[in-house]
Nanobody, 130 residues
């Protein structure tokens, strides 16, 4: 199990940038694939981005591709989400999550389904004003 704490959310104007951080504590953080999800008011939680445990492979939802960048620093037990060119529709609570599935770990794949992630942070609010 890994404990996750997000930070970096806030209020920003459309076109601006924010960098979210997710600090992990617990053992073997480097063996987890990590994901970012978001949930807007009245909507279901949706996948945003994922990164393989090595950091060598990343994946993005079409809605954020080209604007968001996920990265990780295993030495610091931290995963990041750099968000540029923010839009009002990016407004949501953002969550990081850890996937400890060994099959996906060994195959280097990752999931976009929130139910396949084992541990979650408390979330950080991102609000983009128009």
């Amino acid at each position: 199990q890994v404990q996750l704490v997000e930070s970096g959310g806030g209020l920003v104007q459309a076109g601006g940038s924010l960098r979210l951080s997710c600090a992990a504590s617990g053992r073997t953080f480097s063996r987890y694939a990590m994901g970012w999800f978001r949930q807007a008011p009245g909507k279901e939680r949706e996948f945003v981005s994922a990164i393989r445990w090595t950091g060598s492979s990343t994946y993005y939802a079409d809605s954020v591709k080209g604007r968001f960048t996920i990265s990780r620093d295993n030495a610091k037990n931290t995963v990041y989400l750099q968000m540029n060119s923010l839009k009002p529709e990016d407004t949501a609570v953002y969550y990081c999550a850890a996937d400890s599935n060994l099959v996906r770990y060994r195959s280097g794949t990752y999931s976009t389904a929130d139910y396949e992630y084992d541990d979650w942070g408390q979330g950080t609010q991102v609000t983009v004003s128009s």
